[in-house]
C-alpha cells in the first residue's frame, strides 16, 4: 500500500480561531484541579465569592474548579451567602473552619 500523499499547502477549511481555542484549553488543563487552599484563599480574598469568581481568579475553567468548590462546600468550608442577582449563581465565603485551613497566624488573610 503506498503512503499518504502529504497536503504542502493550507486546508481551504483552516480554522486558526479554533486552534487558538484548543491551545488555550490545553493551556488551562495543563493548571488541573485548584486545591481547597487556593479555593479558600481565593473565596478569603475577594470576601464573597461565586465559583465563577473563583475559576476566574485562578485563570482556569469552572469545570476544573467546580470538584474542589464543591467538596469545600460540602465539607463546611464555604457557607453560602446569597444569590448574586445578576448572574444568579450562589455567593459563598470562607466559614471560621474554612479560614482555620491556612497555617499562618490568625488563617486566610481578608
Known amino acids: 500500500m503506498a503512503p499518504r500523499p502529504v497536503m504542502e499547502h493550507?486546508?481551504?477549511?483552516?480554522?486558526?480561531?479554533?486552534?487558538?481555542?484548543?491551545?488555550?484549553?490545553?493551556?488551562?488543563?495543563?493548571?488541573?484541579?485548584?486545591?481547597v487552599r487556593e479555593i479558600l484563599r481565593v473565596a478569603a480574598s475577594i470576601g464573597q465569592a461565586t465559583l465563577g469568581d473563583a475559576a476566574r481568579a485562578l485563570g482556569i475553567r469552572h469545570r476544573q474548579a467546580r470538584p474542589t468548590w464543591e467538596w469545600a462546600v460540602t465539607n463546611g468550608l464555604l457557607a453560602c451567602r446569597g444569590v448574586?442577582?445578576?448572574?444568579?449563581?450562589?455567593?459563598?465565603?470562607?466559614?471560621?473552619?474554612?479560614?482555620?485551613?491556612?497555617?499562618?497566624?490568625?488563617?486566610l488573610a481578608p
Open 84 to 107: 448574586d442577582s445578576e448572574t444568579g449563581e450562589v455567593i459563598y465565603a470562607p466559614t471560621e473552619k474554612g479560614r482555620a485551613l491556612e497555617p499562618s497566624p490568625g488563617g
Open 10 to 35: 493550507a486546508s481551504k477549511w483552516a480554522t486558526p480561531h479554533l486552534d487558538a481555542r484548543r491551545q488555550e484549553d490545553s493551556r488551562l488543563a495543563a493548571r488541573g484541579v485548584p486545591t
